[in-house]
């Protein structure tokens, strides 16, 4: 072999989505030397699927990313051509921040702020195999696809470092896997299959044989994409337009205003003329004729799996949204499907304001291997490997937003454990990030795992008004925010607690301003006259958090109270490689989940499903004797 | 199989390359219903490799695109970021424009230019055979690289369209094949090998072995690219700043000016010590150790090549040019190459200022099928199949610029032909893509092709200058450009005859300032204070054209008598299928070379290597016998 340069660093990171980025710059923020190993430089920061970021559920993780000096939020701000705040007639805890992208300035955007990120190095790699250290316990100090894979696991390895196509190692002790829908990838589009994780690009083989050798549990998910049109073959006076918001919302705690113009999208929908073609045609759908075996995500389904799930509905939404303002082309959100060429044409055509669209790419399914989360620590570490963490679409979730929290966590906690630091966890009561974790290593994913606020069992608090307020001292105690956005927040706060003081102390026919918010039909707007209101000219975001927490206090109050319950389990840790198989008096079904979560804590062991407060009980007693 | 539509257009043009974009454009220009199939949309319009177009000889086939309403000058006129016109020292004919591109700007104005173009409809398709008409000898009517090669050629098949990966046929009576490096492609990094066509991206076999069972010679060529570094990594100072041309010249010529801001590139070379090292590493470069079979460009070498080649050279011009304004990576231009990654890493850092240099991405070289381009008519029409046109890098020449001009010749005479009208031919003497044409369609190609202004007989009339006086009608004849370009060339013409007529009529000492033009110290510049000159405000490009057209009348003069001699064989045509083996008197190596070749005049017979003008002789009497 040459005598070539040793490559080290501190933390590597495969694969350049939304989950990679994350990852190799709160890695890098954190003070890690750290590498991107990516297949293209030219893919890093590409949305494969729909031109937009947020959304129910998601825009809360968008807010909670920023509030951790995450990229995402001003990415989508400095890109952003259609914001809109989702269900801004209910309560403040629904509010869901969405905007369309320009999909290339969004990857242009993403690319540049990782190049130009100190601290973290790109390089155009495909990775095919994972180095083990020789230190511990490792039989063999390299494991990839090509081998022949060992019958018996091989636990507690560490990790040493990566092997790139050409046999060159990079070394790390420490190595993120964000590679999406690639691993083992095949693409449908009715009969016809191709290898692929993205149309026009390939796939990475080699990693899914590697993982398996060591023990890990492979599983395959399939997700889907819509076909794209030509936007000058749509009749857009068909559909309905649908503007964004007038007052664009920026999804970064930091971004001012949003500057650059928008543009409105369109609304139209199926009908039960394409919902018959469709079941006319169901047997050449890969999902329903067996080609496809991967499980497809229920909240983002297919339209096929629309038809045959909502038999009774006569129609379905369309979204016809531009992929930028540079390009003729449109995604047609709603109709993500992988049936054949032939029926995605006749069925584009029988949806109003379509009849003459032309197709400028088929949708299609892609297959791929994801590792079940609950091999998963809720450091994203795996327990099967140490110094190896797993971020993204390849722990069985699908959302470019739920990837980038991911790696967002991942790349801190690789960082944070390379310095000899404790990890950064989140709890579910602080976070979107900490539910989606939590709800991974916990629970697993049997489907493409995608947030919702229902998921959340403390909403109230977890808003995305709120998320710099409830993240940014966190980070900002690790070194993973730097002084601009803690300055900011230290104004922000004493800005709400001039305006909290105010509500208190300003009283209207006897009863204070904060008492009256109380009453559902009383908002800000109804001080707006107040003559006093008006003097203090309060900052309007900050006036909005003294309002909720003015209205909600009952509520919110009683949540705390929950939380407080919900932690005192939380607070009695389980040690890492506790036998639970050793414990005497535990139920057998409750040795063999608990041993296969490896729980952090006794709340997430209770979150485990099949384990009743009856095993809880017996586990404690079991780690106060241990411990 | 489903009751699909069917899917007909009048031309169908496979890649979405420079070859690709142009044919599509001028088929669509001459009212052809054009269909564009690439393997995937978001690469419509990559440049490969340097973020360049232009250069000496290339520089002036941009204008030729140009003067026939093709796209490339003003893609780079929009995108460009730094330009220079070079050999300005030198005369009129060896000036050459040259600009750098932010790559990705470039992509998306192409892309976006092809999209918005009436015409032309755009689809992510990855095509893998050709299908045959039934009508007309074909034995069999589909052709893909899974069927097994029939041993004796198809002569005189007539195409009827096209397979894409599901299987769909998409039917045209034209085809342009514009793979570029893409068919049957393999790349190298050292030992290290991958299948594609540009690093990321698949490559596509099923083609070769479809124009192999149709009789079709295939060879292989290679082609190299440098590795990229970060800019920050790079030390700028001590490297030396190369800016533009204070005053950037637009490529087209419906360009009024650049406005876009311009940046500077910076110029380095290689060490004696870094030859050492590459010439220690030669049985590890794959062009040497026997891994390349494909001839590589002699004329844009990699860095083993010159080191080779060159061997009493001790250094090499390094420039280090920005791939864009918002993307640190830098390319390296001078140092292609596919040596393995530790001798790419220590070579780049043997260079002045890239010390401490952090590669992006690596050089590799890429081996992929041509078609050996005597197997065409002029007019880029395949002789074994009709209606089968190949452009750009399938026929054995490499560049952009190259690439684009057979394009859109291609695209143009394949519309031509379906409308069933006369096909559209330039002469050597007309422009470079003339001479371009000749030369591969006559000479063929024993190593990449690119294009020299000493390749050109009559170079002192193809100048860049006048491209639009020399193109411009003769595209406007057959409808390929609007009155737009030829309203602009009218008023153009206008004004050089103005100025003429100026230079005729006004005289300094008795002599007239066309006279005094022809004295080599002469110049415009030298009548700048004139005030009758002044007071004429002459359009500067005009006066440019009247003054060179004084300066240089007598050359000019000379070369229209050796024009016209030329033209007097070129005249003389020979029939379609002519039978060269039947003309008596006629040397066997004569027969078969004409045979291979089947020039279409005496001319292009004369031009090919080994035919004697008394090979002429004979061939004259037998035409004009048959005729
Ligand atoms: C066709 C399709 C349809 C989708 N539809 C939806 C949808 O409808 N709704 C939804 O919410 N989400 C959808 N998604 C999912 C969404 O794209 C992902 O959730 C998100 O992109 C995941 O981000 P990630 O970072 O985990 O992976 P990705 O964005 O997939 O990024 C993976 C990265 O890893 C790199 N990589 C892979 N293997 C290697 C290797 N061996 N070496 C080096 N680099 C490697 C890749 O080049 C890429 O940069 C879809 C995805 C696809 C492909
Ligand atoms: C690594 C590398 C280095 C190079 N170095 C140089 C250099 O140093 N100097 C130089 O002058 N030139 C260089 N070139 C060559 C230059 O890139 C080409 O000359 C130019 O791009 C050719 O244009 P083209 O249109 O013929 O092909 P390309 O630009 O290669 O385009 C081919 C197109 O065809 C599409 N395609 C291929 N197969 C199919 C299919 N089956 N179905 C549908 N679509 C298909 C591809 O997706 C692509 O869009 C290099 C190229 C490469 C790849």
Redesign the interface.
């Known amino acids: 072999m ?4 040793v490559h080290r660093h501190d933390v590597i990171v495969i694969g350049g989505g939304h989950a990679g980025v994350e990852a190799a710059l709160a890695a890098a923020r954190l003070g890690a030397d750290t590498l991107l190993l990516s ?5 890093v920061g590409v949305m494969s699927c729909n031109p937009a970021i947020g959304g129910v559920g998601k825009g809360q993780i968008v807010r909670e990313i920023d509030a951790l000096g995450g990229l995402m939020g001003r990415a989508i701000d400095a890109t952003g051509i259609q914001f809109r705040m989702l269900n801004q007639s209910k309560g403040p805890a629904m509010h869901s921040p969405r905007a369309q992208a320009d999909k ?1 300035d969004y990857r ?2 993403v ?2 702020a990782v ?2 990120a100190a601290g973290v ?4 790699e ?1 990775v095919v195999g994972l180095v083990m250290s020789e230190e511990e316990g490792g039989r063999r100090n390299e494991v990839d696809g090509d081998a022949t894979p060992s019958p018996s696991p091989l636990p507690h390895h560490r990790i040493a470092g990566v092997r790139v ?4 190692v990079f070394h790390a002790p420490a190595v993120v896997l964000t590679t999406g829908t690639f691993m083992s990838a095949v693409m449908h ?4 299959q ?1 290898k ?1 994780g993205r ?4 796939t990475t083989s080699g990693l899914s044989g590697a993982l398996r050798e060591l023990g890990f549990e492979l599983s395959r998910f399939k997700t889907g994409t819509p076909c ?1 049109v ?1 936007g ?1 073959s749509v009749d857009w006076a068909a559909c309905e337009p649908q503007p964004g918001d007038a007052d664009p919302r920026p999804f970064s705690y930091l971004t001012h205003r949003i500057a650059q113009p928008q543009v409105d999208c369109y609304l139209t929908e199926t009908t039960p003329a394409v919902h018959d073609l469709i079941r006319a045609n169901l047997h ?1 759908a890969p999902m329903y004729s067996g080609q496809i075996h991967g499980t497809g995500p229920r909240y983002c389904p297919s339209i096929e799996d629309k038809v045959v799930r909502f038999a009774d509905k006569s129609s379905h939404q369309v979204f016809l949204e531009p992929e930028g303002r ?4 449109v995604y047609c959100n709603g109709i993500s499907t992988s049936l ?4 995605q ?2 069925l584009v055509r029988g949806i109003r304001g379509l009849e003459r669209a ?5 949708g299609y399914a892609v297959e791929y291997d994801f590792a079940p989360p609950t091999q998963l620590k809720n450091t994203l570490e795996t327990h099967r490997v140490r110094g190896l963490y797993f971020a993204g679409q390849i722990n069985g979730t699908t959302g470019y937003e739920e990837a980038a929290g991911q790696g967002l966590l991942a790349g801190a906690n690789a960082a944070l454990a390379v310095a000899g630091k404790p990890p950064l966890a989140i709890g579910r009561d602080e976070g979107y990030l900490g539910v989606l974790i939590d709800d991974l290593v916990t629970k697993g994913a049997d489907e493409p795992y995608r947030m919702f606020t229902s998921r959340a069992e403390h909403r109230l608090t977890l808003r995305q008004d709120n998320a710099d307020r409830r993240l940014t001292p966190l980070a900002a105690a690790i070194g993973l925010v730097g002084p601009e956005r803690t300055e900011q927040l230290a104004r922000h706060e004493a800005e709400i607690a001039r305006c909290e003081a105010f509500l208190e102390a300003h009283r209207i026919e006897g009863k204070t301003l904060a008492e009256r918010l109380r009453r559902p039909e009383v908002t800000l707007e109804s001080f707006a006259e107040l003559p006093e209101w008006r003097a203090e000219r309060f900052d309007p975001r900050a006036a909005e958090q003294a309002a909720i927490g003015a209205k909600y206090a009952g509520y919110i109050a009683r949540q705390a109270v929950e939380v407080r319950k919900a932690q005192r389990w939380g607070a009695v840790r389980i040690p890492d490689g506790f036998d639970f198989a050793a414990v005497e008096h535990l139920r057998h079904e409750a040795r063999e989940k608990l041993g296969s979560v490896r729980p952090a804590d006794v709340g997430q062991a209770g979150r485990i499903s099949g384990i009743t407060p009856a095993d809880l009980s017996v586990l404690v007693v079991a780690l106060e004797r241990a411990g």
């Open positions: 040459p005598s070539s340069a297949m293209s430089c030219d893919t290339q242009r955007f690319k540049f190049e130009d190095s790109v390089r155009q495909t196509a050409d046999g060159t589009t009715g009969e016809a191709a692929g149309a026009g690009e390939g794209r030509h000058g050449r540079d390009t003729r082309e054949p060429r032939d029926v044409e006749e032309r197709i400028t790419r088929l």
